[in-house]
C-alpha cells in the first residue's frame, strides 16, 4: 500500500504494509532514531508521537490510517519551542528522564501542557454539539489525578510521580509566561 | 514488506448500505474500529489477514450521539473522548466515571465505544457499567446473503467467562442505547489495571433506587478479565426489596454469599481478586447506607 504523509515536516511516499504499526514504520522505513523498540502489545508507553498535532501511541496507529496525516516524532519536535519549556523544567528541578524514556515522557507532557493551555489545534468535532473539543475542553481542565494518568501511560520507572508532577507544574508556568508574552 | 505476506486489502466503506454490500461479498474480512485491541495483541503484526479489513471509520451513521426524553443512542464508532466531553449533561456519573477510567486521555482518542464492548475475550470496564445500566445494542447478523438486525442487552452479549457469543465476523454493532432511567446510588470502581495485571484486576459497578427507605431496585456487575463476568440475580433479588439502612450482619452475610457463588461458577479467580470483590461490594452496602442514613 502506498501511504503519502509529512513526518517531520518532509512529505514522503512509502510503500509499507496497510496494517503496519506506524511505530514500525518509523523505525524500519523512515529510520527515525528516537524510536528505539517495538514492544509488540506489551504497552509500554514508549513509542508516543504527535500525529496531527495530538499525541498518540504509534504502536496501535495502522499504516492505512495515516493517509495525509502530519507526523511530528521526538527528532524534529526537540527542535521546537515548545521542547524548551520542558527542557528547562528538566533543568529547574535537576530530574531528566533516561534516555530510554525522554522522548516518550516528553512528549506525554507535552500533550499535558497542551490539554492545561488549551492550546490544541486540529479537533476533531463533538457528534452531540458540533461545537469542536477545542471549546469543550476549556471546562475540562485536566486536574492531579488526570496528569498522573495520563504520565503512567510510559511504564518507565526512572522517576516517581512527585518528580514528573513538579516537572509538569513547572513547564506549565513557563508555557504560560510565554503565551502571555505572545499576547 | 515481509516476505510472503501479502498487504491486506482495505475495505473503507462510507455508508452502511456499502459495508452491508463489502460484509457479505468479503466474509472473512477483520471488522476494523478503533484498533487498540487489535494492534496490541503479540501475534498482530506481521500476520495474514484473509479478505482483508473493513475500516468502519469512514462510516458517519456509526458516529452520531442522539438523545430524546427516553433514551441516548450512542454510535459504534464513538470514541469513549467524544463521548465523554458530549456526555456531561445526557448520561450518568457512573458511565463517566468508567470512561476515564478506561484508559489515559491519550489513548482514549482512539477506544471507540463498539470496539470496547466486542472485544471476543476480555471484559473491560465499560461492558460492565452498561450491562448494570440495562442498556441495549443493536446488532446486524450477516448470513447467507442475508441482513437482519436486533436489539440485544449488554449483559446477554457475554458468556459466564466474559467471552463475547457474537462471531464478529458475521456481526456488526452499531448503535449502543441507554435508557435515561437510573438508579440515584451508584457506584463504579476499578482496581488495578486490566490490560497490564489481569490476574490482580476487579471492575466492579453498582446501582440501586431507593423509594423511601426501601431498595426498590439493585443491580450490580463484578468482572474479572478474562476470568468471570458475574451478575447474580438471586443476590439482586435479596436486596431489593430492602429496608435501609441494611443490618452490617446482613451486609456481611450477603458479601460472604457473592463469594459462595464467585468460588462455585468461576474456579481460576485468584484469592486476591476474591477478597479484593468481597470488600468493593461490602464498603459498596455500607456507602448506600452512609448515604441512607445521612439523607
Known sequence: ?183 | MYEGIRSPVIHTPKTLSEFNAIALRYTQAQLWAGGTYLMSQKNYYPSEIKDGIIDLGGIDELKKITRNDRFVEIGSMVTASQLLYAGKLVLPDILQQTLQTLASQIVRHQITIGGSLCIPDVRLALSTTLAILDATAEIKHYQNGKVSSHWIQISKLYDKDGNLLLNAEKALMTRIRIGLDFGDFQRFFTVEDPIRNTDECVIFAFQAKRTQNTLSKAQFCINFPSKAFHMSKDLESKLTGQTLPIHPEKVNSISYELVAELTKQHSNITDLQLERGRRIFESTLHALNAQELQS
Open chain 1, 1 to 183: 500500500m502506498k501511504i503519502e504523509c509529512t513526518i517531520d515536516t518532509k512529505a514522503l511516499s512509502l510503500s509499507v504494509n496497510s496494517n503496519k504499526p506506524l511505530s514500525l514504520m518509523l523505525m524500519e522505513d523512515v529510520g527515525n532514531r528516537s524510536l528505539m523498540s517495538h514492544c509488540k502489545g506489551e504497552a509500554c508507553g514508549n513509542c508516543i508521537v504527535l500525529l496531527n498535532g495530538e499525541a498518540v501511541l504509534s504502536c496501535i496507529i495502522p499504516a492505512f490510517r495515516l493517509k495525509d496525516a502530519t507526523i511530528t516524532t521526538f527528532d524534529s519536535y526537540q527542535k521546537t519551542r515548545q521542547c524548551r519549556d520542558i527542557e528547562r523544567a528538566y533543568a529547574k528541578t535537576g530530574n531528566t528522564p533516561c534516555p530510554n524514556c525522554y522522548a516518550s515522557k516528553t512528549l506525554i507532557i507535552e500533550s499535558i501542557l497542551q490539554g492545561l493551555t488549551n492550546s490544541r489545534t486540529n479537533r476533531m468535532p463533538n457528534p452531540m454539539t458540533n461545537r469542536s473539543q477545542h471549546e469543550d475542553n476549556a471546562s475540562e481542565m485536566l486536574n492531579k489525578q488526570d496528569i498522573i494518568q495520563e504520565l503512567s501511560l510510559n511504564t518507565c520507572q526512572c522517576m516517581d510521580m512527585t518528580e514528573l508532577l513538579e516537572i509538569v507544574e513547572i513547564a506549565l508556568t513557563f508555557r504560560r509566561r510565554k503565551r502571555v508574552r505572545r499576547n
